[in-house]
């Protein structure tokens, strides 16, 4: 069941051409729009960085870890193992999770060994194959590395990431801090997963049953947020901006003239995500009132396309300044969330630079807009890098001496976002 909300003021001065708004989206078992024919398919694929730097109690816990998530698959779903270096091993062929192919399984993982370097288009390639042998599966898969990328690969991932595009999902974690947060997150966004880090060996086990869990809940795939928008109308951006910032306008897949779809990944039973469209339109006379965008959930299910809830984006152009200066709390919120993660990310970058003075500048202005909003889970990690003095004004100072793993943690999770009051 889909509920789909949108926030806005639709009010607008004279010649006045932008309009935003924040379209929030509901699963709820009991109530709002049902889905026809929910896919009950899972196929689950683990991706394990096996590189030479991967040995000791990096490898000991990957495959323990690996072990218990192939334990805790349900006998409904399927599953595959693929190990990763300077070429991938398709471990474990695409199986159903019963007993027998669980114990084939683990003894296999057991024997991984770690040798050679990283190239991740390798990797992604027979994932890629598996997957395609259940294309009406909901399909997630679980990447882990602790290194970098071969600088020779670039090209060669981005051709493979577009080829695994809208086929599945992959949440991607780094263990330790010799990986490049960038390289991650740009096979999690490109694929609608995640990205984080796992600071010691030890972690990753339970932070591999979270990712399990939450794939597992999963109900619904092949879905898209679907924007009208009138003649002459231009989608400045579209923007998941919760539960993280997830920019997906260079995403639209042109559906018509004026229609275009943008890829929302699959979702659970019981979740709730916030989009922020911010349209360009034709202005208007004093007066008039028009539909500036029509945004709704399409799902895909066989072939057959099922529009699941809508709603309207408005605007309205009036004289009346107490109405046009007003901006829409939720709007105000999130515009200031994707502020506050630019931030932390321009004042990392100077930071590393050596330019202490704008990294002092980006990062309080991340602090005092982390304190407004009251997103205190990305205030504790600022704090890490920086001494506050008053968060409020966002007066701070660089630390002089800071722990890798903080700088990583607070760049990881810099696009996770706090989310509106109701």
């Given at each position: 069941?889909?509920?789909?909300?949108?926030?806005?003021?639709?009010?607008?001065?004279?010649?006045?051409?932008?309009?935003?708004?924040?379209?929030?989206?509901?699963?709820?078992?009991?109530?709002?729009?049902?889905?026809?024919?929910?896919?009950?398919?899972?196929?689950?694929?683990?991706?394990?960085?096996?590189?030479?730097?991967?040995?000791?109690?990096?490898?000991?816990?990957?495959?323990?870890?690996?072990?218990?998530i192939i334990n805790l698959l349900p006998t409904e779903?399927?599953?595959?193992?693929?190990?990763?270096?300077?070429?991938?091993?398709?471990?474990?062929?695409?199986?159903?999770?019963?007993?027998?192919?669980?114990?084939?399984?683990?003894?296999?993982?057991?024997?991984?060994?770690?040798?050679?370097?990283?190239?991740?288009?390798?990797?992604?390639?027979?994932?890629?194959?598996?997957?395609?042998?259940?294309?009406?599966?909901?399909?997630?898969?679980?990447?882990?590395?602790?290194?970098?990328?071969?600088?020779?690969?670039?090209?060669?991932?981005?051709?493979?990431?577009?080829?695994?595009?809208?086929?599945?999902?992959?949440?991607?974690?780094?263990?330790?801090?010799?990986?490049?947060?960038?390289?991650?997150?740009?096979?999690?966004?490109?694929?609608?997963?995640?990205?984080?880090?796992?600071?010691?060996?030890?972690?990753?086990?339970?932070?591999?049953?979270?990712?399990?869990?939450?794939?597992?809940?999963?109900?619904?795939?092949?879905?898209?947020?679907?924007?009208?928008?009138?003649?002459?109308?231009?989608?400045?951006?579209?923007?998941?901006?919760?539960?993280?910032?997830?920019?997906?306008?260079?995403?639209?897949?042109?559906?018509?003239?004026?229609?275009?779809?943008?890829?929302?990944?699959?979702?659970?039973?019981?979740?709730?995500?916030?989009?922020?469209?911010?349209?360009?339109?034709?202005?208007?006379?004093?007066?008039?009132e028009m539909l500036a965008g029509r945004a709704s959930?399409?799902?895909?299910?066989?072939?057959?396309?099922?529009?699941?809830?809508?709603?309207?984006?408005?605007?309205?152009?009036?004289?009346?300044?107490?109405?046009?200066?007003?901006?829409?709390?939720?709007?105000?919120?999130?515009?200031?969330?994707?502020?506050?993660?630019?931030?932390?990310?321009?004042?990392?970058?100077?930071?590393?630079?050596?330019?202490?003075?704008?990294?002092?500048?980006?990062?309080?202005?991340?602090?005092?807009?982390?304190?407004?909003?009251?997103?205190?889970?990305?205030?504790?990690?600022?704090?890490?890098?920086?001494?506050?003095?008053?968060?409020?004004?966002?007066?701070?100072?660089?630390?002089?001496?800071?722990?890798?793993?903080?700088?990583?943690?607070?760049?990881?999770?810099?696009?996770?976002?706090?989310?509106?009051?109701?």
């Amino acid at each position: 069941m889909f509920i789909a909300e949108v926030f806005q003021n639709p009010y607008l001065p004279q010649g006045a051409k932008e309009v935003n708004a924040i379209m929030t989206i509901t699963t709820n078992g009991n109530d709002g729009v049902a889905i026809a024919a929910p896919k009950s398919q899972r196929l689950f694929g683990i991706i394990c960085d096996t590189s030479g730097s991967m040995g000791g109690a990096k490898m000991i816990a990957a495959k323990e870890a690996i072990i218990q998530i192939i334990n805790l698959l349900p006998t409904e779903a399927a599953f595959f193992v693929i190990t990763g270096s300077s070429r991938a091993k398709l471990l474990v062929p695409l199986v159903n999770a019963v007993p027998e192919n669980k114990l084939r399984a683990i003894s296999q993982v057991k024997e991984i060994s770690a040798n050679g370097g990283t190239v991740m288009s390798s990797w992604l390639h027979p994932a890629l194959g598996e997957f395609n042998k259940m294309p009406q599966a909901i399909c997630q898969a679980l990447l882990l590395t602790d290194g970098q990328n071969d600088p020779s690969d670039e090209q060669d991932l981005t051709r493979t990431l577009a080829a695994c595009e809208g086929r599945f999902q992959c949440d991607c974690r780094g263990v330790g801090t010799d990986w490049r947060v960038a390289e991650l997150q740009q096979i999690a966004t490109r694929l609608l997963g995640t990205t984080d880090i796992i600071s010691s060996p030890d972690r990753i086990a339970a932070d591999f049953q979270e990712i399990l869990t939450k794939a597992m809940g999963k109900t619904v795939s092949d879905v898209s947020l679907r924007l009208w928008t009138p003649v002459g109308a231009k989608v400045l951006f579209c923007k998941q901006v919760s539960p993280e910032i997830v920019d997906v306008t260079s995403r639209a897949k042109v559906v018509s003239e004026r229609i275009v779809d943008y890829p929302t990944g699959a979702w659970g039973s019981n979740e709730s995500r916030d989009y922020h469209f911010c349209i360009q339109i034709n202005a208007g006379n004093i007066g008039d009132e028009m539909l500036a965008g029509r945004a709704s959930l399409i799902t895909q299910t066989n072939g057959q396309e099922t529009k699941i809830t809508e709603a309207k984006i408005l605007a309205t152009w009036t004289e009346d300044e107490a109405k046009t200066a007003k901006i829409d709390r939720r709007v105000a919120h999130y515009t200031g969330q994707a502020e506050l993660s630019q931030f932390i990310q321009e004042g990392l970058e100077a930071k590393a630079q050596g330019n202490i003075d704008v990294a002092t500048a980006k990062l309080g202005k991340a602090v005092k807009l982390a304190h407004d909003s009251g997103n205190e889970a990305t205030a504790k990690l600022l704090r890490s890098v920086v001494d506050v003095e008053d968060a409020a004004a966002g007066t701070v100072r660089i630390k002089r001496t800071v722990a890798k793993e903080d700088e990583m943690m607070l760049e990881t999770r810099s696009t996770k976002t706090a989310r509106i009051q109701k």
